[in-house]
């Protein structure tokens, strides 16, 4: 029998697999071949190895690539630059099962590049391959990471048993695991779904459930972080619940935190679960002035329509300023050194958690090839249901706890404009909601840890005060569009305005504001998709029915033009306190931060 690539136990002994996977294009459970196979060629997401991040960031300095294939053929080896330009580097022909080793030093990949290979079957049939990227024998690692996964989960049992029960099956991944801990915030709980009980059968004492109140997605977190430090892991590495998982990415986090020249925050990408082929963002940034968020690269870049050697932007190494919790590696001291997360409920946390770990000296990297498919943000509306508080409440204390500039920049003036954009599209409870946020950013941070209980009953009740709060189910939905015509807007229509465009865009919907007389709003103008309902469209209409992002359900949007005067003479109110207290405001947060993220406080929310 043909002698094969060695397990992961011998890798121990005789060298540190990186990249690693069996690939049979004959038999493949993956949800999104383009990322595996692109033809003859393995220089996809998947199987290339992305050089130049392990060059810059950790001890290898060389990498070897061992390569079995079950017929003949010949087997080409390339790399790129961060241009994006090929070099073959090596080729030749391999008999069956024959045992390929090369290695190739990374002297050259400072900014940008990646390794991969092609396989060309004599007989033109797909082969399986058998292959991996490997650390040399002689290469230490800077660390040992035994790590922990902690899930924060709500009413989302068959994700959850789906992530355990691909997680049971792969023993390797799990080797480099401590402990699956589930954060359980559900009033149906994980423990009694189908199929649970063959899932902790087969993790065994790996599995713990922890039920708890729902304190949203940084009370989950940070009690999971709790339980890994208290546990004695090494590193935690956060995973949402709702998402389709490939074990490899997670021992690919591992060796890239063992082997970094120093403690890092190590993230993955997330692919869009809907349109498993997308990747949403190649790397998540800041713009300090408007203080927001920013994608690296295009968002949604579809990998079955251009490949990675296809798309020379992803061949130039990214920085990241933070990375998303859907999958992320926190390395425990980095916890203990910068705290837990915020107490913001929900959204915001990763990112002013990213800012303050790099304030302290922690980078973040986003690691290609370690992925998780998710829902993207484009295919939600949680800008203007009930998250649209978090959102508004949470920027703004981030900016007031990590802006450097004076009175947070522009940080004021781009939520003003949020602001001003959902008056116009007829978005009165997320624009109320938005109001309670600025009013509580100015109550200070004393109340945040108590509010995790509460906020979110406080929040709808506020929403659903407004009628485009409400959403009409299924049944009213169908009934309510039936006789409503599509309004279908031309693609220069959906084109966003910028700069001077922008007030161009507002005039008529202001202007609506002010005219004496409204059409009829007993029924509907008009049914917009989703993707078309935007504020400068919306502003045109004074009812219109809106479409959910998901389908199937939507809202009814009404002008109005007593609650938009009366929201919008607030906002102006709130911001205007906002900008002249800024100074002390920010003061205190950051003098309250050491403790609103410190382990005995979140140990006191929690009850860990």
Same mark, same amino acid.
């Given at each position: ?58 001890? $290898? ?22 241009? *994006?330009?090929?070099?073959? $580097? ?9 045992? !390929?080793?090369? =290695?190739?030093?990374?002297? &050259? ?36 990471? +035994? ?7 709500? %009413? ?7 992530? /355990? ?19 359980? %915030? ?9 199929? !649970? ?10 599995? =713990? ?5 729902? /304190?949203?997605?940084?009370? *989950? ?128 946390? &990763? ?10 000296? !922690?980078?973040?990297? @986003? ?7 998710? #829902? ?13 508080? !978090? %959102? ?16 947070? *920049? ?28 600025? %009013? ?14 509460? =906020? ?5 009740? @506020? ?8 959403? /009409? ?12 015509? #599509? ?13 001077? *465009? ?14 004496? +007389? ?19 469209? #919306?502003?045109?209409? &004074? ?66």
């Amino acid at each position: 029998m043909a002698e094969s690539l060695p397990t992961e136990s011998e890798a121990l002994r005789t060298g540190q697999v990186l990249l690693q996977r069996v690939l049979d294009a004959r038999n493949s459970p993956r949800p999104a071949e383009p990322l595996y196979q692109d033809g003859r060629s393995f220089g996809t997401y998947y199987n290339a190895f992305p050089a130049s991040y392990w060059r810059h960031w950790t001890t $290898i300095d060389r990498v070897e690539l061992r390569v079995r294939a079950a017929s003949p053929g010949v087997l080409s080896v390339f790399r790129s630059d961060a241009d *994006g330009a090929t070099t073959p $580097i090596a080729a030749r022909s391999l008999a069956t099962n024959e045992l !390929f080793e090369m =290695a190739i030093p990374l002297d &050259d990949f400072g900014d940008g590049g990646w390794l991969w290979f092609d396989f060309d079957a004599e007989d033109g049939a797909a082969a399986p391959i058998e292959a991996g990227w490997w650390a040399p024998a002689d290469a230490a690692r800077a660390r040992r990471i +035994r790590a922990s996964i902690a899930v924060t989960t709500l %009413h989302r049992e068959r994700y959850v048993l789906a992530l /355990l029960e691909r997680l049971a099956a792969d023993p390797d991944v799990m080797r480099a695991i401590d402990r699956v801990i589930v954060i359980d %915030h559900g009033s149906r709980r994980v423990r009694d779904a189908p199929g !649970f009980d063959a899932a902790a059968t087969a993790l065994g004492e790996q599995l =713990a459930v922890i039920e708890q109140p729902n /304190l949203g997605g940084s009370g *989950g977190f940070s009690r999971g972080m709790l339980e890994s430090l208290a546990g004695g892991s090494d590193a935690v590495i956060l995973l949402d619940d709702d998402i389709a998982l490939e074990p490899d990415g997670l021992r690919r986090l591992i060796r890239f935190a063992e082997f970094a020249t120093e403690p890092l925050v190590v993230g993955g990408h997330m692919l869009d679960l809907n349109r498993p082929t997308r990747l949403h963002a190649f790397s998540e940034g800041f713009r300090m002035e408007p203080f927001f968020w920013t994608a690296i690269g295009p968002i949604g870049h579809d990998f079955a329509e251009s490949s990675l050697r296809a798309s020379p932007w992803l061949h130039r190494r990214a920085s990241a300023d933070y990375n998303g919790w859907w999958m992320c590696l926190i390395p425990s001291e980095v916890l203990r050194k910068v705290g837990l997360a915020m107490p913001y409920f929900i959204k915001w946390d &990763d990112a002013e958690f990213g800012l303050r770990a790099g304030e302290a000296g !922690f980078s973040t990297v @986003t690691l290609p090839g370690a992925a998780v498919w998710h #829902v993207s943000w484009t295919d939600k509306d949680d800008t203007v249901d009930w998250q649209a508080y !978090f %959102h508004a409440r949470n920027r703004l204390i981030t900016a007031l706890l990590h802006s450097p500039r004076p009175r947070g *920049g522009r940080a004021i003036v781009a939520d003003l404009a949020v602001s001003f954009k959902l008056l116009l599209a007829l978005e009165y409870g997320a624009q109320a909601l938005r109001n309670a946020a600025i %009013h509580d950013v100015l109550a200070g941070p004393a109340g945040l840890h108590e509010s995790l209980a509460t =906020a979110i009953g406080e929040v709808r009740s @506020t929403l659903e005060a407004h009628p485009s709060g409400v959403t /009409l189910q299924a049944a009213e939905w169908a009934t309510a569009s039936a006789q409503i015509p #599509v309004h279908m807007p031309t693609q220069r229509a959906l084109r966003r305005p910028s700069g001077i *465009g922008n007030a161009f865009a507002a005039v008529p919907g202001f202007l609506r504001n002010l005219a004496p +007389r409204l059409r009829s709003r007993t029924e509907a103008q008009a049914v917009l998709r989703a993707p078309h309902a935007r504020w400068w469209i #919306v502003s045109r209409f &004074d009812s219109v029915l809106v479409e959910s992002a998901a389908g199937g359900s939507g809202r009814w949007l009404r002008r109005e033009r007593r609650t938009f005067w009366t929201l919008l003479r607030e906002a102006l109110r709130l911001s205007r306190e906002l900008r002249r207290e800024w100074p002390r405001l920010a003061a205190t947060y950051r003098a309250a931060l050491p403790e609103l993220t410190s382990s005995d406080r979140w140990r006191a929310t929690t009850g860990g």
